[in-house]
């Protein structure tokens, strides 16, 4: 039966809407991590927004999701300043979710947060840089695993320098997944491009060519010259075709030998192209011929499980080409493999935060 629209009683008091209509009835009311994703603000997995480095270190957090929104380095395909929202935004589900593939709950087990953006201003790129590397080290030297939603490649430098500073005197080896081995000494006479941070950080000795592993490598870069400069410093690369013949586990398992080489920890750096464009589409320079999302998510969780890892970064998710989520699906996946590798280490009563060796020091982001 229709209710009737309301109307002015006779003694002139306005009606009760809230009772006429049922509104004032007692309702559940959710807390803020249970609601839709699509509800409020926008975090990693709906967790807390923590931005301040001293209430991370006194909540202990394990792992906290930083983002970069830097695309000024690009060569190609701008956008991927947007891509560390696009990250935040492509998850359906929320609340304490549950890892299928490792029988985990792992915000249960692990105390994770969202600890905002480095503080990035457009066309800019040195201030960009700087404010991404002290963002990243400010976190690391919490104790807390930083995992830094990119952004181009570029950023790589800044985030994987801070975690290497923080470190010390440990050192950390890197397993970098990608279509490209982003070793170029420069691109059109600039120094810090996409193309070229993994020379810049072996260049700065942040780490040993030796214990720089890449994955995935296809297609019709870099040329001769540069691969030259990569064998004369000791890189170690394995192509797709070597993926598709020995298979991705195989593969993986030999990566992790190799960037363990000496290092105590893993920086992982993982850009999205590595995954074939027809299932990664939003990213700045698509690559044919890559891995299966499975193939890459499954090589995370590997990896995860078997290193100490020091970091991670998840970059070129550029929105404006993802028609369909996809890319950052993907990428947003990525970071969640990981977390759920750790709490599996955390249940099984093993260390997950860093203890630092040196205090922190490298300022606050403007």
Not at 297 to 310: D, H, K, P, S
Request: charged content about 20%.
């Amino acid at each position: 039966m229709r209710k009737r629209p309301p109307q002015h009683s006779p003694n002139g008091h306005a009606p009760n809407f809230g009772t006429q209509w049922g509104w004032d009835r007692e309702y559940e009311v959710y807390d803020d991590f249970d609601l839709p994703s699509y509800v409020g603000p926008s975090t990693f997995s709906n967790l807390p927004w923590v931005t301040d480095p001293a209430e991370l270190g006194a909540r202990r957090v394990d792992v906290a999701v930083i983002g970069a929104p830097f695309d000024d380095m690009v060569t190609h395909r701008p956008g991927t300043r947007f891509g560390p929202r696009a990250i935040r935004e492509a998850q359906y589900s929320t609340g304490n979710l549950n890892s299928l593939q490792l029988d985990v709950r792992p915000f249960e087990e692990l105390t994770v947060v969202d600890a905002g953006d480095a503080n990035i201003v457009p066309a800019y790129w040195e201030r960009g840089h700087a404010m991404i590397y002290r963002k990243v080290r400010e976190v690391a030297a919490t104790g807390a695993i930083p995992i830094i939603l990119g952004g181009d490649h570029s950023i790589t430098w800044p985030s994987a320098s801070a975690v290497a500073e923080v470190r010390r005197p440990g050192s950390i080896g890197i397993v970098h997944f990608d279509a490209h081995a982003d070793t170029a000494p420069d691109s059109f006479g600039q120094l810090a491009s996409h193309g070229t941070p993994m020379r810049r950080l072996i260049e700065s000795g942040a780490v040993l060519g030796r214990n720089f592993v890449q994955v995935g490598l296809r297609g019709y870069w870099p040329p001769t010259e540069v691969l030259e400069w990569m064998r004369e410093h000791g890189l170690r690369w394995h192509l797709m075709t070597e993926i598709e013949e020995r298979g991705a586990e195989a593969v993986i398992a030999d990566a992790i030998a190799e960037a363990l080489d000496g290092p105590d920890a893993i920086y992982l750096s993982v850009d999205i192209d590595v995954v074939d464009p027809g299932s990664a589409p939003g990213t700045g320079t698509p690559e044919p011929g890559g891995m299966l999302p499975r193939e890459l998510l499954r090589a995370i969780r590997q990896i995860v499980g078997a290193v100490e890892l020091a970091g991670m970064d998840i970059v070129e998710v550029s929105p404006p080409y993802d028609w369909a989520e996809s890319t950052a699906m993907i990428a947003n996946r990525c970071a969640l493999e990981a977390i759920s590798a750790l709490a599996v280490k955390r249940r099984g009563g093993r260390e997950v935060r860093f203890a630092p060796k040196v205090a922190a020091g490298a300022g606050s982001p403007a």
